[in-house]
């Protein structure tokens, strides 16, 4: 039997931070308003691009598993907000990192983009066809904000975060995963106008997120709920079998009306959205190597992966985490640094903005 082991880790948090006072500069909104409907107190802006992001992430989780970028077989690059649509971003990061041996692919499922990648690179894995996989979840939903729509722009924040997945003998990884879509609901979170669509029709590109809250607020517990109770049935696993639960970062309502309805402790849930926000596709590998840096991982642990988004997709995996919970190695390779403070960022974006409107 063939295992898909987790034997690295990296993420890349920008440092440009936007708290929710600076928001409340930028619209009609309150910290306690956010913070009491989310969780979420603060976000990082990213200064650089997506792939720069991934860059640094997967550098350092092939470092942590001491490998090379050369032993990589298949890159797993998650993201809806890819800098550009072709080429890939995957190769793009495949260049960057010199991993030549490696296949190239973008996985877009939304925010559960990483769910998605985890449990095919595991399974590409167990069948024998690769060896060694790079499974990078990276956002810059930053770029894709309007910073007028309250109701969206006070969710979401940048950030990267990244596994190496490998075969191994050692009873380790992935155990069992479910993914689905639900149908008829495209339209509860969308980016209209950022693609062919609107090429086609010569419209310039004016991008914001199309959002129904309450709606996906719903399907979203339901999506994880039934997920989470699939995989666990499928392990042949109890709940009170389970060590760590690590949702997707969306907002604290969410993850608890989930954990209530599977039955679950929230004393065992990594929760990062406080301090990261919503990083859609990102947010399970950072809030992963949170909890790894906390402590939290221990050798033999059951761990649930659980995330829904836009389509609206929805997902779980269920692994057994290995032997190893520290890093083989480190690298430093890093963000290059910025002065800029995140509302300085969004600022620049919004008088950007501002300028092509009254140009177009
Ligand atoms: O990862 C996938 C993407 N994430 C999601 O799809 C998130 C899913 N949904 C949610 O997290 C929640 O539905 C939200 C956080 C988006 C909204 O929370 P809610 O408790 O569902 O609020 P609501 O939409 O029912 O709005 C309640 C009130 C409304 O005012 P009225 O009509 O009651 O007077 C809104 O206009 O809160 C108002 N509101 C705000 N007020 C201050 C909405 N956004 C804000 C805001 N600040 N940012």
Same mark, same amino acid.
């Given at each position: 039997?063939?295992?898909?082991?987790?034997?690295?880790?990296?993420?890349?948090?920008?440092?440009?931070?936007?708290?929710?006072?600076?928001?409340?500069?930028?619209?009609?909104?309150?910290?306690?308003?956010?913070?009491?409907?989310?969780?979420?107190?603060? #976000? #990082?802006?990213?200064?650089?691009? @997506?792939?720069? *992001? !991934?860059?640094? =992430?997967?550098?350092?989780?092939?470092?942590?598993?001491?490998?090379?970028?050369?032993?990589?077989?298949?890159?797993?690059?998650?993201?809806?907000?890819?800098?550009?649509?072709?080429? @890939?971003? =995957?190769?793009? $990061?495949?260049?960057?990192?010199?991993?030549?041996?490696? =296949?190239?692919?973008?996985?877009?499922?939304?925010?559960?983009? %990483?769910?998605?990648?985890?449990?095919?690179?595991?399974?590409?894995?167990?069948?024998?066809?690769?060896?060694?996989?790079?499974?990078?979840?990276?956002?810059?939903?930053?770029? *894709?904000?309007?910073?007028?729509?309250?109701?969206?722009?006070?969710?979401?924040?940048?950030?990267?975060? !990244?596994?190496?997945?490998?075969?191994?003998?050692?009873?380790?990884?992935?155990?069992?995963?479910?993914?689905?879509?639900?149908?008829?609901?495209?339209?509860?979170?969308?980016? &209209?106008? %950022?693609?062919?669509?609107?090429?086609?029709?010569?419209?310039?590109?004016?991008?914001?997120?199309?959002?129904?809250?309450?709606?996906?607020?719903?399907? !979203?517990?339901?999506?994880?709920?039934?997920?989470?109770?699939?995989?666990?049935?499928?392990?042949?696993?109890?709940?009170?079998?389970?060590?760590?639960?690590?949702?997707?970062?969306?907002?604290? #309502?969410?993850?608890?009306?989930?954990? #209530?309805?599977?039955?679950?402790?929230?004393?065992?849930?990594?929760?990062?959205?406080?301090?990261?926000?919503?990083?859609?596709?990102?947010?399970?590998?950072?809030?992963?190597?949170?909890?790894?840096?906390?402590?939290?991982?221990? &050798?033999?642990?059951?761990?649930?992966?659980?995330?829904?988004?836009?389509?609206?997709?929805?997902?779980?995996?269920? *692994?057994?985490?290995?032997?190893?919970?520290?890093?083989?190695?480190?690298?430093?390779?890093?963000?290059?640094?910025?002065?800029?403070?995140? $509302?300085?960022?969004? @600022?620049?974006?919004?008088?950007?903005?501002?300028?092509?409107?009254?140009?177009?």
């Amino acid at each position: 039997m063939i295992y898909a082991d987790i034997t690295g880790w990296g993420r890349c948090l920008p440092p440009a931070v936007l708290t929710n006072a600076d928001i409340e500069t930028l619209m009609d909104t309150s910290n306690e308003w956010i913070v009491s409907r989310t969780g979420i107190q603060e #976000r #990082r802006i990213s200064h650089v691009t @997506n792939a720069e *992001l !991934a860059r640094v =992430a997967s550098a350092r989780a092939l470092a942590a598993a001491g490998i090379s970028a050369e032993q990589v077989d298949m890159i797993a690059f998650a993201t809806s907000t890819p800098d550009e649509c072709i080429p @890939n971003t =995957a190769s793009m $990061l495949q260049n960057a990192l010199g991993a030549s041996n490696a =296949a190239a692919v973008d996985i877009n499922a939304a925010c559960t983009g %990483f769910v998605y990648s985890f449990n095919m690179m595991s399974d590409m894995i167990r069948a024998g066809s690769i060896k060694t996989a790079l499974v990078v979840g990276s956002e810059r939903l930053s770029s *894709l904000m309007n910073w007028s729509l309250r109701e969206s722009a006070i969710l979401f924040g940048d950030g990267a975060g !990244a596994i190496v997945l490998q075969a191994s003998d050692n009873e380790a990884g992935f155990v069992a995963g479910k993914l689905g879509c639900v149908p008829d609901t495209r339209e509860l979170l969308a980016v &209209p106008d %950022f693609g062919l669509d609107a090429i086609a029709q010569f419209r310039p590109l004016d991008v914001s997120i199309v959002f129904s809250g309450q709606e996906i607020f719903k399907k !979203a517990v339901k999506g994880m709920g039934d997920a989470c109770e699939a995989v666990v049935a499928e392990a042949g696993l109890g709940l009170d079998d389970l060590d760590l639960i690590i949702p997707h970062q969306a907002n604290a #309502r969410i993850v608890e009306a989930v954990v #209530r309805r599977i039955g679950g402790d929230m004393d065992k849930v990594v929760l990062t959205l406080d301090k990261y926000a919503n990083t859609s596709t990102s947010s399970i590998p950072i809030a992963l190597i949170e909890a790894l840096e906390q402590g939290r991982v221990k &050798p033999g642990m059951n761990i649930l992966f659980t995330a829904f988004g836009a389509g609206l997709t929805w997902g779980a995996s269920l *692994l057994k985490w290995g032997e190893r919970v520290t890093p083989l190695g480190e690298t430093d390779i890093s963000l290059p640094p910025t002065d800029k403070t995140g $509302l300085d960022l969004i @600022n620049a974006a919004i008088a950007r903005r501002q300028a092509y409107e009254q140009t177009n």
